[in-house]
């Protein structure tokens, strides 16, 4: 009995640690979905959260996150630019995890944004971060880097008793805002749209990780018969496995060489995801089998 409960106790432990935030985790958008990103009421936005399947960071075929919040005079959630995630993925311990930023490629049209990222902890204790990044409306895709020590925090809500070490030590959900100043309920009513990708747990403050997210390129793309994979020196001992649409694993192999080939040519005709991991990070692009 004692050693059934040992098992039972391993197992829901390990659940529990592969649930919450984890360092260099990524949100890449490439399995189609929101991957939980959402606003408080998304029946009164004109385009709640979504996700689109091209014209990423990266152009043809790169998903990335969309939200365009609703004119001012229509009110509700949908008028505020905040989105937020409450997912076991983003919740947790950032400070044992040793997440010191977050990082993201941003897209804004319409109006200019001031992008802060906020947190909310334990007996409600809400922080946000101290100085906005200004990302100007049509200047295309631009990186993102947002320190997240507990010295970047303003707190601006919750029981007084919680530090905003404790906050991060132990979030339940984290918001990406626009506001002149910080805050957690205050973002901006404005009509604007703000485009998404590659939101990143990141445990360094460097540019580098920006071109994590190119450091494979597959080809030809759509192809017939044989897919090309080359890989980055930086992508060492790595594994690609391939899923259909629907999440079936259709391939899987440890790559000994930084150049390789798939034979598809008995695959079926659509689309797949071919994904490359190695210890520290995991990397997914779209692949069309015609």
């Known amino acids: ?26 949100n890449d958008f490439e399995d189609g979905t929101t991957q939980d990103w959402i606003i408080g009421n998304p029946s009164t936005a004109v385009s709640p959260p979504a996700n689109v399947a091209t014209d990423g960071p990266d152009g043809i075929d790169d998903n990335y996150l969309t939200y365009t919040s609703t004119p ?35 897209r804004v049209l319409t109006n200019d944004l001031n992008i802060r990222v906020a947190f909310q902890g334990p ?11 200004n990302v100007a409306a049509g200047s295309g895709w631009q990186p993102v880097i947002i320190p997240i020590s507990a010295s970047n925090f303003t707190a601006v809500g919750g029981s007084g008793a919680v530090s905003i070490n404790d906050a991060l030590a132990a979030v339940n959900t984290m918001r990406i805002l ?60 790595a594994t690609v496995t391939v899923y259909d649409v629907l999440g079936k694993k259709v391939y899987s192999k440890l790559l000994s060489n930084f150049s390789s080939t798939i034979d598809v040519s008995n695959w079926n005709s659509g689309v797949y995801l071919v994904r490359i991991s190695t210890n520290k990070q995991t990397l997914t692009k779209r692949f069309v089998k015609q």
Request: charge should be neutral; aromatic fraction near 6%; glycine fraction near 4%.
């Open 72 to 106: 001012p005079e229509m009110g509700g959630a949908g008028s505020k630019m905040v989105i937020f995630n409450a997912s076991s993925q983003w919740s947790s311990n950032f400070i044992s995890e040793g997440i010191i930023a977050i990082k993201f490629d941003v």
């Open 1 to 26: 009995m004692k050693t059934k409960l040992l098992f039972i106790s391993i197992v829901l432990t390990s659940a529990i640690s592969l649930s919450q935030v984890s360092a260099n985790q990524v």
């Open 123 to 133: 007996n409600g204790k809400r922080i946000c971060t101290t100085n906005a990044v």
């Open 178 to 237: 626009s506001s002149n100043n910080p805050t957690w309920a205050g973002a901006d009513i404005v009509v604007a749209t703000i485009n998404l990708d590659n939101i990143t747990a990141s445990t360094t403050l460097s540019t580098q990780e920006f071109k994590t997210h190119n450091e494979f390129e597959i080809s030809p793309n759509p192809a017939t018969s044989k897919l090309n994979i080359n890989l980055s020196q930086t992508l060492d001992k």
